[in-house]
């Protein structure tokens, strides 16, 4: 049985490049919750859509500001801390307890457990306006996204064509009008031809993008890889410093004239990544979806001793087809305690309020192009960059997004 396929000249051109329908479509909202203000105001990009007054929590039950994103959304919910009281139209944010939810009582101050509590109109044409994954960024001042050009963001393209790509369908006879061109073959493309490749994909959840510091079970984990190929015994590869991965470092610090300490010091950190011909890596890239780890990878951040600061960004009108996407970013404050920055080794912070501090900060960061052509091929409308120092290892973990937690200054706070 034949199967035709049409291509007319027009047709072929909104492949190519982009349908009106794939330009004009916006890309999922932003919710941004203001501590100081008391407000939340949904964005499609840059773009308010709709505000509300909203209350956050109490004293001694603060509201976490950070970045966030719907993990769960339910019409009818009864609290699990507070006497079942009822929770209509939650969105959960994080799974030790604070959501998004409708309220009777929605003072223009604080006033809740921890939620964020919304007046029963609003939280109804919200919560059908949302879905999983959708972020939400609660600051403690208020803040609003920026349209983000001078950064060399990521860009949306399509995996390069294999080789043997072209079809070996058996053709027959075309026939050719000056409107159209049909090609008739025996049976379905076995194979997907060479102007498939311009097709747009199918709609794949968001990725969303970490940028941030090594960590030390990162690097324990990488060394645990590198001395295994050397030869030693570490045990499981899991980033933890177990007794077998304690003998390995000791017995590779006594062959190299270190002090045998069993301890990741930096001088056997360097040794290491200087016999395997590496480079030791300052910074970490990881990748989500669906709630779930893709892949991670070693990356290089420049001047390492200025923090990084903490940053959120996000991709609309993501066309692979045209190379093109959308990119808005906003800053958070982020307070690093001495102590925390001494072992970071931060000496300085930049300027949280200046308009380019989000360009900067992804500046600062080199992917390699292997891992920066990955994320391209898989990039969609609502993936997201979150930057930052510190913050994300308390309530990141299965079944969330990178959830960063951000911390008021002791100036602030008082």
Same mark, same amino acid.
């Given at each position: 049985?034949?199967?035709?396929?049409?291509?007319?000249?027009?047709?072929?051109?909104?492949?190519?490049?982009? =349908?009106?329908?794939?330009?004009?479509?916006?890309?999922?909202?932003?919710?941004? +919750?203001?501590?100081?203000?008391?407000?939340?105001?949904?964005?499609?990009?840059?773009?308010?859509?709709?505000?509300?007054? *909203?209350?956050? #929590?109490?004293?001694?039950?603060?509201?976490?500001?950070?970045?966030?994103?719907?993990?769960?959304?339910?019409?009818?919910?009864?609290?699990?801390?507070?006497?079942? $009281?009822?929770?209509?139209?939650?969105?959960?944010?994080?799974?030790?307890?604070?959501?998004?939810?409708?309220?009777?009582?929605?003072?223009?101050?604080?006033?809740?457990?921890?939620?964020?509590?919304?007046?029963?109109k609003f939280a109804r044409?919200?919560?059908?306006?949302?879905?999983?994954?959708? %972020? +939400?960024?609660?600051?403690?001042?208020?803040?609003?996204? %920026?349209?983000?050009?001078?950064?060399?963001?990521?860009? /949306?393209?399509? /995996?390069?064509?294999?080789?043997?790509?072209?079809?070996?369908?058996?053709?027959?006879?075309?026939?050719?009008?000056?409107?159209?061109?049909?090609?008739?073959?025996?049976? =379905?493309?076995?194979?997907?031809?060479?102007?498939? *490749?311009?097709?747009?994909?199918?709609?794949?959840?968001?990725?969303?993008?970490?940028?941030?510091? $090594?960590?030390?079970?990162?690097?324990?984990?990488? *060394?645990?890889?590198?001395?295994?190929?050397?030869?030693?015994?570490?045990?499981? !590869?899991? #980033?933890?410093?177990?007794?077998?991965?304690?003998?390995?470092?000791?017995?590779?610090?006594?062959?190299?004239?270190?002090? /045998?300490?069993?301890?990741?010091?930096?001088?056997?950190?360097?040794?290491?990544?200087? +016999?395997?011909?590496?480079?030791?890596?300052?910074?970490?890239?990881?990748?989500?979806?669906?709630?779930?780890?893709?892949?991670? $990878?070693?990356?290089?951040?420049?001047?390492?001793?200025?923090?990084?600061?903490? !940053?959120? *960004?996000?991709?609309?009108?993501?066309?692979?087809?045209?190379?093109?996407?959308?990119?808005? #970013?906003?800053?958070?404050?982020?307070?690093?305690?001495?102590?925390?920055?001494?072992?970071?080794?931060?000496?300085?912070?930049?300027?949280?309020?200046?308009?380019?501090?989000?360009?900067? $900060?992804?500046?600062?960061?080199?992917?390699?192009?292997?891992?920066?052509?990955?994320?391209?091929t898989i990039l969609g409308?609502?993936?997201?960059?979150?930057?930052?120092?510190?913050?994300?290892?308390?309530?990141?973990?299965?079944?969330?997004?990178?959830?960063?937690?951000?911390?008021?200054?002791?100036?602030?706070?008082?």
């Amino acid at each position: 049985m034949l199967t035709r396929l049409t291509f007319s000249i027009a047709l072929a051109t909104s492949v190519l490049f982009g =349908t009106t329908a794939l330009a004009e479509e916006t890309g999922p909202l932003q919710i941004f +919750v203001s501590k100081d203000t008391q407000s939340l105001v949904v964005y499609d990009g840059d773009q308010v859509v709709i505000t509300s007054n *909203i209350s956050t #929590g109490k004293a001694g039950h603060t509201t976490p500001s950070g970045i966030f994103s719907i993990l769960e959304k339910r019409k009818t919910h009864f609290s699990n801390l507070y006497d079942s $009281a009822p929770m209509p139209w939650m969105q959960r944010i994080t799974w030790s307890g604070v959501a998004l939810h409708e309220s009777a009582h929605v003072p223009r101050y604080p006033a809740s457990h921890g939620c964020v509590r919304m007046p029963a109109k609003f939280a109804r044409t919200l919560w059908g306006m949302t879905r999983r994954g959708f %972020h +939400v960024v609660i600051s403690d001042r208020e803040v609003a996204p %920026h349209a983000m050009t001078a950064a060399d963001l990521f860009k /949306p393209r399509y /995996p390069k064509p294999s080789p043997d790509l072209m079809s070996d369908a058996e053709l027959r006879p075309t026939i050719v009008s000056t409107t159209s061109v049909e090609v008739a073959m025996n049976e =379905t493309l076995p194979k997907l031809g060479a102007t498939a *490749i311009a097709a747009v994909p199918k709609d794949e959840a968001p990725v969303k993008i970490l940028i941030t510091r $090594a960590s030390d079970k990162d690097r324990a984990l990488t *060394i645990q890889h590198m001395l295994t190929q050397l030869g030693y015994d570490v045990g499981d !590869h899991d #980033g933890i410093l177990g007794s077998k991965m304690r003998a390995a470092i000791k017995t590779y610090q006594e062959i190299h004239g270190q002090k /045998p300490t069993g301890e990741m010091t930096a001088a056997f950190q360097r040794s290491v990544y200087k +016999v395997m011909n590496r480079t030791l890596p300052t910074g970490w890239i990881y990748v989500r979806r669906n709630f779930k780890p893709l892949f991670d $990878a070693p990356i290089e951040i420049s001047n390492p001793e200025i923090a990084l600061g903490t !940053h959120f *960004i996000q991709a609309v009108h993501v066309n692979a087809a045209q190379n093109s996407v959308d990119w808005f #970013g906003v800053t958070l404050d982020n307070y690093i305690n001495d102590l925390a920055a001494k072992r970071l080794g931060i000496t300085s912070t930049p300027d949280a309020l200046a308009v380019d501090a989000a360009e900067q $900060a992804f500046a600062r960061a080199s992917i390699p192009n292997d891992i920066r052509e990955r994320i391209e091929t898989i990039l969609g409308n609502g993936s997201s960059i979150t930057i930052t120092d510190i913050g994300t290892e308390h309530e990141t973990g299965l079944g969330t997004d990178f959830i960063t937690v951000t911390r008021k200054s002791p100036k602030q706070e008082g």
